[in-house]
């Protein structure tokens, strides 16, 4: 016999089914698009914090060239920490879900194309010259499958150094000897920005003493050793390494009572004096339009190199005032963020 109360809940159970698989639906169709869309894998060298930064930077060229994220891609981010022994395991990893195209911040494309040699990438926040080192065949026409953008203008990293340094004396004007900190286990990136600060010493007038360290571990001794020559400030290599360990090594300068600063904005907001580069932010933008072109079928080698265009001025006033330095009222006027 039929229970009218029995087939009520039977209509309940069947309406609550239809509802629960309505709602799946959509969510699996969604899993489905995202597994059939172009993956663009960010593999960054440095903090997870800094590589996040610069990921949404990507994401942003990429929505400013037509593209929308989980309809026309998809993102994932990896990040090295500023431990480069990670970077097989990373690419391995990656290679597993093929992606489209790879983008580097902070580092080339040699480690990615020693395993995964056909893959495009497109690298931004690079420091060094990628002709030179054989990453391209020239700016205009790279060549092979590697596209990005430099950190430096025309004229190289010196060129971009020396108005560093300069700026640097007009607010420590008594400066006569540099205390350059740097992380010498890379073939690539030190020995030119070694040079380039040696030249650069040479044309202002103010001597250098190269403190330069195998690990991150040695970043300590090399400060107290700065600080036992008495040199007059500290300058920190570019190495996307030390990025990863600002707090710390902040922290061991200011104890110094020197004035120092680094070469981008992170270290000038993370406490040091100044700093004058590139912006990054400008940079990774432009980076997620070439991965835009790419993703529309434009091969890497066929996209010029760009050269960096806008530089930023950073001031740190509040550390300043702890080493009792006085900012020309000029130099402030051309800063283009000014930390209190």
């Known amino acids: 016999m039929f229970s009218p109360q029995l087939g009520a809940a039977m209509q309940r159970r069947e309406f609550i089914g239809l509802i629960g698989g309505a709602a799946a639906w959509p969510l699996a169709a969604r899993a489905q698009q995202a597994a059939n869309l172009p993956l663009v894998a960010v593999i960054g060298m440095s ?3 800094t590589v996040t930064a610069r990921s949404a930077s990507i994401r942003e060229g990429l929505k400013q060239a037509g593209l929308i994220e989980g309809k026309d891609f998809v993102l994932t981010l990896r990040f090295a920490d500023g431990d480069y022994a990670r970077l097989p395991e990373i690419v391995k990893d990656l290679d597993g879900l093929k992606p489209r195209v790879y983008v580097t911040v902070g580092g080339g494309p040699i480690f990615i194309h020693k395993q995964v040699p056909n893959a495009p990438v ?35 990293l010196e060129s971009l150094m020396s108005k560093q340094f300069q700026f640097f004396k007009e607010l420590v ?14 073939a690539v990136q030190f020995p030119v ?35 036992r020559d008495d040199v007059s400030a500290f300058f920190v290599s570019l190495d996307p390494r030390l990025v990863a360990r600002i707090p710390q090594i902040v922290a061991s300068l200011a104890k110094t009572g020197k004035p120092a600063f680094g ?27 070439q991965v835009a072109k790419i993703l529309r079928g434009a091969k890497p080698g066929d996209l010029p ?23 020309p009222s000029a130099l402030l006027a051309q800063a283009d963020e000014v930390i209190e």
């Not at 990453?135 to 190289?156: D, H, L």
């Not at 004007?173 to 890379?186: C, E, Q, Y």
């Not at 981008?264 to 907001?269: A, D, E, G, Q, Y």
């Not at 190199?305 to 006085?326: P, V």
């Open 122 to 156: 497109v690298f931004t926040g690079i420091a060094i010259d990628p002709v030179t080192f054989g990453w391209v065949e020239s700016y205009a026409r790279p060549g092979g499958m590697t596209t990005g953008n430099v950190q430096n203008a025309i004229g190289g």
């Open 263 to 289: 070469p981008t904005p992170l270290w000038t907001r993370g406490g040091l004096l100044m700093s004058y580069y590139t912006d990054f932010d400008d940079q990774a933008r432009r980076a997620g339009g």
């Open 47 to 49: 903090s997870e914090q």
């Open 173 to 186: 004007p008594n400066l006569t000897r540099l205390g350059f900190i740097g992380l010498t286990d890379t």
């Open 305 to 327: 190199i760009e050269q960096a265009d806008k530089f930023t001025l950073i001031l740190n006033l509040k550390t300043a005032k702890q080493l009792g330095i006085t900012v």
């Open 193 to 227: 920005e070694r040079a380039a600060v040696q030249k650069t010493a040479l044309q202002l007038g103010f001597a250098v003493s190269m403190y330069e360290v195998p690990t991150l571990a040695d970043v300590e001794s090399a400060i107290a050793s700065g600080q």
